[in-house]
């Protein structure tokens, strides 16, 4: 499940980074009342930047409970 999210925030990182810093994808958003406008990269970047965060803890979390029961199960072997 959170492949895909990797993934699609990923993709919206490497979208941000290789376009010109020039360039404008203007947006005009209006749903339930509100209304959004501005520059689509700009919303595009916030939002990767939001939750880059939460997925590098949740990585990092991942992580460490893989080293800790590979240390477990290597020392269970060894003994």
Do not use: C, Q
């Not at 595009?44 to 997925?55: D, T």
């Amino acid at each position: 499940m959170f492949r895909y999210l990797v993934l699609f925030f990923s993709l919206a990182m490497l979208t941000v980074t290789f376009n010109s810093p020039g360039s404008e994808w203007p947006i005009d958003f209006k749903a339930f009342g509100y209304h959004a406008h501005g520059n689509f990269l700009y919303w595009l970047f916030f939002a990767s930047l939001i939750s880059f965060v939460p997925l590098m803890i949740v990585g990092i979390i991942l992580i460490a409970s893989d080293l800790t029961s590979f240390v477990k199960d290597k020392k269970s072997s060894i003994l």
